[in-house]
């Protein structure tokens, strides 16, 4: 069974960075595409990053020239390296993976961005 974990998260002031990780143990598959998404209290869950396998990234408007997605070396590893976080970055950070059309979704890991 594949297990989806994210870690990294925390409480950070405004203009803080903070380094999200990603990995999924169980699989004997490579996700094609993995990204992070999040969710702020009362809002609906929106993408943040996504990187193919040829590396190929889309960050959304909110985040881009702040944030950085990248592979690790290790299969199924992807990180989200978060700069001059905002309050508005506060929310759950998801990891989710793609293989052949089924997606696999971690827990979450809280960020909260505040003075």
């Known amino acids: 069974q594949v297990h989806v974990a994210e870690s990294g998260g925390g409480l950070v002031q405004p203009g803080e960075s903070l380094r999200l990780s990603c990995a999924a143990s169980?699989?004997?598959?490579?996700?094609?595409?993995m990204g992070w998404y999040r969710q702020a209290p009362g809002k609906q869950r929106e993408l943040v990053a996504i990187?193919?396998?040829?590396?190929?990234?889309f960050y959304a408007d909110s985040v881009k020239g702040r944030f950085t997605i990248s592979r690790g070396n290790a299969k199924n590893t992807v990180y989200l390296q978060m700069n001059s976080l905002k309050p508005e970055d506060t929310a759950v950070y998801y990891c989710k993976g793609r293989h052949l059309g089924d997606d696999y979704w971690g827990q979450g890991t809280q960020v909260t961005v505040s003075s």
């Open positions: 169980g699989s004997i598959f490579t996700f094609s595409v």
């Open positions: 990187i193919g396998t040829g590396d190929g990234t």
